[in-house]
T-cell receptor, first 118, second 111 residues
C-alpha cells in the first residue's frame, strides 16, 4: 500500500462552520505533513508531524488546528475560516528525517481536499 | 523570498522530442532535490530525485542533472509522451523535513 488517502475530496463550508480534513497512510511513515495550494501556486507547507509530535508550524493561523491521533492518521480541524482560505489542502507522508539513503526524503502526497469557504 | 524558482511557467514540446525543465535555487543549504508531477485536482506525484553528492540521476525516460556551482537543476524527459502533459514542480530539501517547492512549469506535449 503506497497511498495517502484524504477525505473528503471536496468540502464547502460556511465561515461559522467547524469541519475536519482527514488523512491516512499505512506505509509506516513517521513524518506527515499538511500543505496548502492556491491556484497556479506551489504547495506551501503548513504543518509537519514527526513521530506524532508537531515539529513544524509555519506560522499558520489558529483557525487551522492539526491533530495526529496515531502514526497512520493526520487531521486538520477547521473553524471560522475566511473565503481566502479556499484552496487545495494536501496531506503527505515520508519516512522519518535523518537521512539513511537517497530516497529517504521522498514525500508521498494524497489527492487533496478541495476546500471552498463561502 | 522564493528560494526555488522555475522561470518558465509553461513549455510546449512535440511528442517524441526531449522536454527540458529547469529549476534554480538560492539556498546553498539545500542538499536533496526532487521533481514532482501534478495533474489538475490531484496531489503531486514523485518522479525522481537527486542528492547533492551526485550530478546526474536517471530513471527510465527521466534524467535529472544537478549543477551545484550554478545552483541549477534540470529534468530531461525523452522521448516526451502525451501523458507527460502536467505541471512539474521541483522541490528542495535541507534535511529538516521541509520541502520547498518551485513555482511550477506547465508542460504540454503536442501530438
Amino acid at each position: 500500500d503506497t497511498e495517502v488517502t484524504q477525505t473528503p475530496k471536496h468540502l464547502v463550508m460556511g465561515m461559522t462552520n467547524k469541519k475536519s480534513l482527514k488523512c491516512e497512510q499505512h506505509m509506516g511513515h513517521r513524518a506527515m505533513y499538511w500543505y496548502k495550494q492556491k491556484a497556479k501556486k506551489p504547495p506551501e507547507l503548513m504543518f509537519v508531524y514527526s513521530y506524532e509530535k508537531l515539529s513544524i508550524n509555519e506560522s499558520v493561523p489558529s483557525r487551522f488546528s492539526p491533530e495526529c491521533p496515531n502514526s497512520s492518521l493526520l487531521n486538520l480541524h477547521l473553524h471560522a475560516l475566511q473565503p481566502e482560505d479556499s484552496a487545495l489542502y494536501l496531506c503527505a507522508s515520508s519516512p522519518p528525517g535523518g537521512r539513511q539513503g537517497p530516497m529517504n526524503t521522498e514525500a508521498f502526497f494524497g489527492q487533496g481536499t478541495r476546500l471552498t469557504v463561502v | 523570498d522564493q528560494q526555488v524558482k522555475q522561470n518558465s511557467p509553461s513549455l510546449s514540446v512535440q511528442e517524441g522530442r526531449i522536454s527540458i525543465l529547469n529549476c534554480d535555487y538560492t539556498n546553498s543549504m539545500f542538499d536533496y532535490f526532487l521533481w514532482y508531477k501534478k495533474y489538475p485536482a490531484e496531489g503531486p506525484t514523485f518522479l525522481i530525485s537527486i542528492s547533492s553528492i551526485k550530478d546526474k540521476n536517471e530513471d527510465g525516460r527521466f534524467t535529472v542533472f544537478l549543477n551545484k556551482s550554478a545552483k541549477h537543476l534540470s529534468l530531461h524527459i525523452v522521448p516526451s509522451q502525451p501523458g507527460d502533459s502536467a505541471v512539474y514542480f521541483c522541490a528542495a530539501d535541507r534535511g529538516n523535513e521541509k520541502l520547498t517547492f518551485g513555482t511550477g512549469t506547465r508542460l504540454t506535449i503536442i501530438p
